[in-house]
């Protein structure tokens, strides 16, 4: 055996000659993959500009420097690029997405809390959005909770402080002040709503502003969903 099972670390040979490389190769790979962190796992081919430890889960379609390492994690060390496969519940924090990524043995999957040895899972994550507040009796955002998305609740803050009410409530269709009601107008304002029990939307909905004491005239909000999703077994 010249290197350990999961992370390929370089083993040394009794008398071998310069250790200090075979140590400091085995600690530049433990450091990478160690860390359990990427910058990204949405390209495909090396960042102009990357610097010595950078580290990235090279997406589908790889090419250049990385041309069939598709689904590795590569790591920028000794002025090129290494690669490793990744184990099957081996874990990593997307930098650029602030997600957590975990390797089922095949492929990536994004927000995992539970998998099944078929193949279902259970994904917890925050679908999280800015919105420029309508003027009028009420704004509506984009549909932000994803279909068949359970919503434990939505938090928020208010960026710009909001014109023409003296205070609003946040829901959705069918509960208008489902996740509170009573908030503040000025910047920094926030909501934290809990939903009563946890509620499945069936499709994708958005979330509904209403002005309370008067009618909106602007202002902008950041608005986070709070959610689990299942998926079916493969």
Do not use: C
Not at 10 to 22: D, I, N, S, W, Y
Not at 197 to 210: I, N
Request: proline share 5%; charged share 15%.
């Amino acid at each position: 055996m010249t290197e350990t099972q999961m992370m390929g670390l370089g083993l040394l040979e009794a008398a071998q000659a310069q250790k200090h490389v075979t140590v400091n190769e085995a600690l530049l790979r433990l450091d990478a993959l160690a860390s359990r962190q990427v910058l990204s796992a949405a390209l495909n081919a090396p960042p102009a500009g990357a610097i010595e430890g950078d580290r990235f889960v090279v997406a589908e379609e790889a090419s250049g420097d990385w041309a069939g390492q598709q689904g590795r994690i590569a790591f920028h060390v000794n002025g090129g690029w290494e690669f490793h496969a990744p184990w099957a519940g081996y874990r990593a924090f997307d930098a650029a997405t602030r997600g957590w990524l975990v390797h089922d043995g095949v492929a990536w999957r994004r927000d995992v809390v539970a998998l099944s040895a078929g193949g279902a899972s259970t994904r917890a994550r925050i679908v999280e959005i800015d919105h420029d507040v309508a003027p009028g009796a009420s704004s509506v955002t984009v549909p932000v909770i994803p279909d068949k998305a359970v919503v434990y609740g939505v938090t928020g803050r208010v960026l710009d402080g909001i014109g023409g009410a003296a205070s609003w409530s946040l829901g959705a269709e069918g509960g208008p002040d489902r996740y509170g009601s009573g908030i503040g107008t000025s910047a920094g304002s926030f909501v934290h709503g809990v939903t009563g029990a946890p509620l499945a939307y069936f499709s994708a909905t958005p979330l509904v502003l209403t002005a309370e004491g008067g009618s909106f005239t602007g202002g902008r909000v950041r608005l986070a969903v709070h959610l689990v999703e299942l998926t079916p077994p493969g």
